[in-house]
């Protein structure tokens, strides 16, 4: 069993940065791939970025990359998302999720594990 716990979210500024913790119990939890996702208000959840267990492979959005850097600390049993330049369309709750299986989460297939969500908005 693996529970996830998001952190980091809050108000900021068009241009500004946030950094996102997604914090995992779990011993297993270094096995798992792991993902950022958001769902914005009235639109369905979409997939911003996913990293392979050993950290060694991640996957961006086109809408993100070169913005955001997702990245894990498996000792801490955390993984990251560090945003960067945000707009006011990277508002909206970000989740975090966990499977064995990568391409489920890039798809948004499902995640065998989810967090709750932190809020993250961005004022222009």
């Known amino acids: 069993q693996v529970q996830l716990v998001e952190s980091g979210g809050g108000l900021v500024q068009a241009g500004g940065s946030l950094r996102l913790s997604c914090a995992a119990s779990g011993r297993t939890f270094s096995s798992y791939a792991a993902g950022w996702f958001r769902q914005a208000p009235g639109k369905e959840r979409e997939f911003v970025a996913a990293?392979?267990?050993?950290?060694?492979?991640?996957y961006y959005a086109d809408s993100v990359k070169g913005r955001f850097t997702i990245s894990r600390d498996n000792a801490k049993n955390t993984v990251y998302l560090q945003m960067n330049s945000l707009k006011s369309e990277d508002t909206g709750v970000y989740y975090c999720?966990?499977?064995?299986?990568?391409?489920?989460?890039?798809?948004?297939?499902?995640?065998?594990?989810w967090g709750q969500g932190t809020q993250v908005t961005v004022s222009s």
């Open positions: 999720g966990a499977d064995l299986n990568i391409s489920k989460l890039r798809r948004l297939l499902g995640a065998e594990y």
């Open positions: 990293i392979i267990w050993s950290g060694g492979i991640t």
